[in-house]
């Protein structure tokens, strides 16, 4: 199985700031990776896809990079609304690992 | 407008069985790939189990053999049945459509599983 390892698990931003996480997978994925958004309470909300694709009516401050085993999640300039916590999912092969998560606070 | 609402969970015991349903409006199940994913109390995000439009499913090792997901198109519902519960198996479980198999674009709230004595 494909393992993925964030980092940081946890960080302390203000608004405004650029925030960035990685994702590291065990194995080459080409850029077969998602990234979600965790609110407390809530479902997941997918923001990337393909890697680096922002998904339909997500702000352009989220971007995605990379390929192969590493890979890196951005937000430009933190909003208050970003408090949440991001996991990154393969989906290279079955089956589709998350990270442990990042959680993001101010 | 897209909705999954999750249903079934609750307190079990150790060994038992409960029926987790996800009803979904918006978009039919059988023309879709449809999956499971639990999270444990503070923990991260576990795949569980996908079927797909053409009915083959898979199962994380975790479960195989235990759990068993399902759709019934006529009511365009999607079900999880979990037998032979295990503490390991307390979490909220969520079901999500799968856009071209593997991205999670709708989920569902959840519904809190928990499997103590």
């Known amino acids: 199985d494909i393992q993925m390892t964030q980092s940081p698990s946890s960080l302390s931003a203000s608004v405004g700031d650029r925030v960035t996480i990685t994702c590291q997978a065990s194995q080459d994925i080409n850029k077969y990776l998602n990234w979600y958004q965790q609110k407390p309470g809530k479902a997941p909300k997918v923001l990337i896809y393909?890697?680096?694709k922002l998904e339909t009516g997500v702000p352009s401050r989220f971007s995605g990079s990379g390929s192969g085993t590493d890979f890196t999640f951005t937000i430009s300039s933190l909003q208050a609304e970003d408090i949440a916590t991001y996991y990154c999912q393969h989906y290279d092969d079955l089956p589709y690992s998350f990270g442990q998560g990042t959680k993001v606070e101010i | 407008e897209v909705q999954l609402v999750e249903s079934g969970g609750g307190l079990i015991q150790p060994g038992g069985s409960l029926r987790l349903s996800c009803a979904v409006s918006g978009f039919t199940v059988i023309h879709n790939y449809m999956t499971w994913v639990r999270q444990a109390p503070g923990k991260g995000l576990e795949w569980v189990s996908v079927?797909?439009?053409?009915?083959?499913?898979s199962y994380a090792d975790s479960v195989k053999g235990r759990f068993t997901i399902s759709r019934d198109n006529s009511k365009n519902t999607l079900y999880l049945q979990m037998n032979s519960l295990r503490a390991e198996d307390t979490a909220v479980y969520y079901c999500?459509?799968?856009?071209?198999?593997?991205?999670?674009?709708?989920w569902g709230q959840g519904t809190l599983v928990t499997v103590s004595s």
């Open positions: 999500a459509r799968t856009r071209f198999g593997y991205t999670y674009d709708y």
């Open positions: 393909d890697a680096y």
């Open positions: 079927i797909y439009s053409g009915g083959n499913t």
